[in-house]
C-alpha cells in the first residue's frame, strides 16, 4: 500500500505571497491532518478534514485554510506569507473511521519564506 | 493551558536501557501516543496509551499513570538506528493531538 505523499517537498516563497500544498492519503484512508512543525516548538495541529468536512481546527490565524476533495487528497493554503510561516508542513491519514486512531505522516513539504 | 514536557536531548550507549519521560497537563485526555522520528523524515507511530500500565512491544515499552499526567517510553538493548527524536503526544477531550517537542536520543557506540 503506497504511503502519505506530500507535494512539493520544498518550496522557496516571498513575504505577502500565497501558497498551496497538496497531500494525498493512504488509500482508503478518509481523514487527513495538517501539521506545522518548528524547531523547539513540536508539531502544531492545524485541521483535520474527513469526507470533505473540517472536522477539527486548531488555534491558527484565518490565514491558513484547508479542504478536502471526494478522493480523500486535501490541499492547504496559505495566504499573505510571513517570515514566521517558515517549517515543515507535514499531513497525516488515518482511517478516520474512530475519533482516536494511528495516524500515518507523509514526509512533510519545507517551507522558507524570505 | 496545555502542556506537555519532555527532556530536549538524551544520550544512551548502544546496547544499554533508556527511558524517555513525559509529563501532561492537557484539557481531557483520550490517551497517549508515542512517535519516533529520524531527522528529515516523517514521525512514525510506536504506541498508544488509554489505560494505566505498562504495554510492551518488542524492544520498546509504554507505561502511562493517567493520575500523575506521566508516560514514559523505554527502550532497551539500544541499537544505533534508535538515534532519532521521540515525540509524546496527548490526545485532549477534543480529540486533537497536543504535542511535546520532542526528545533528541543519540546513541553512543
Known amino acids: 500500500k503506497a504511503g502519505v505523499t506530500q507535494t512539493p517537498r520544498y518550496l522557496i516563497k516571498t513575504r505577502g505571497q500565497q501558497v498551496t500544498l497538496s497531500c494525498s492519503p493512504i488509500s482508503g484512508h478518509r481523514s487527513v491532518s495538517w501539521y506545522q512543525q518548528t524547531p523547539g516548538q513540536g508539531l502544531q495541529f492545524l485541521f483535520e478534514y474527513f469526507s470533505e468536512t473540517q472536522r477539527n481546527k486548531g488555534n491558527f490565524p484565518g490565514r491558513f485554510s484547508g479542504r478536502q476533495f471526494s478522493n480523500s487528497r486535501s490541499e492547504m493554503n496559505v495566504s499573505t506569507l510571513e517570515l514566521g510561516d517558515s517549517a515543515l508542513y507535514l499531513c497525516a491519514s488515518s482511517p478516520g473511521e474512530r475519533e482516536v486512531d494511528e495516524q500515518f505522516f507523509g514526509p512533510g513539504t519545507r517551507l522558507t519564506v524570505l | 493551558g496545555q502542556n506537555i514536557d519532555q527532556p530536549t536531548e538524551m544520550t544512551a550507549t548502544e546496547g544499554a536501557i533508556v527511558q524517555i519521560n513525559c509529563t501532561y497537563q492537557?484539557?481531557?485526555?483520550?490517551?497517549l501516543f508515542w512517535y519516533q522520528q529520524h531527522a528529515g523524515e516523517a514521525p512514525t507511530f510506536l504506541s498508544y496509551n488509554v489505560l494505566d500500565g505498562l504495554e510492551e512491544k518488542g524492544r520498546f515499552s509504554s507505561f502511562l499513570s493517567r493520575s500523575k499526567g506521566y508516560s514514559y517510553l523505554l527502550l532497551k538493548e539500544l541499537q544505533m538506528k534508535d538515534s532519532a527524536s521521540y515525540l509524546c503526544a496527548v490526545m485532549d477531550s477534543n480529540y486533537q493531538l497536543i504535542w511535546g517537542a520532542g526528545t533528541k536520543l543519540i546513541i553512543k557506540p
Open positions: 492537557t484539557s481531557g485526555f483520550n490517551g
